[in-house]
Nanobody, 119 residues
Framework: QVQLVESGGGLVQPGGSLGLSCTASGTILSINRVGWYRQRAGGQRELVAQKFTAGTYVHSTDNRFTVSFDSAENTVYLQMKDLRPEDTAVYYC???????????????WGQGTQVTVSS
């Protein structure tokens, strides 16, 4: 079994910064890609940022958001700055993982964490 467990989130004022983290654990052979998505109230889940765990390529939809990965801890981070009320959403971490019992990669999701930007 593979699990992604998120931490962080909460209430932040407009213009503030916040960090999220997500740790993968379980029967993991390797992790190919990691990232973060978000879902605003009434909206669809949308990509925030993702990266390959090897190399430096990063795809981010907004340069206020920075995704990083610590391979020693199997932990993906999202650093957010200059937050706006429209960034209020549930944030989900995602990882494309090769589990030890499968030749194929599988997409795994964290449980989601609420980020609220409000004064």
């Amino acid at each position: 079994q593979v699990q992604l467990v998120e931490s962080g989130g909460g209430l932040v004022q407009p213009g503030g910064s916040l960090g999220l983290s997500c740790t993968a654990s379980g029967t993991i052979l390797s992790i190919n890609r990691v990232g973060w998505y978000r879902q605003r109230a009434g909206g669809q889940r949308e990509l925030v940022a993702q990266k390959f765990t090897a190399g430096t390529y990063v795809h981010s939809t907004d340069n206020r958001f920075t995704v990083s990965f610590d391979s020693a801890e199997n932990t993906v981070y999202l650093q957010m700055k200059d937050l706006r009320p429209e960034d209020t959403a549930v944030y989900y971490c995602w990882a494309e993982i090769y589990p030890t019992n499968s030749p194929y990669s599988i997409n795994y999701w964290g449980q989601g964490t609420q980020v609220t930007v409000s004064s």
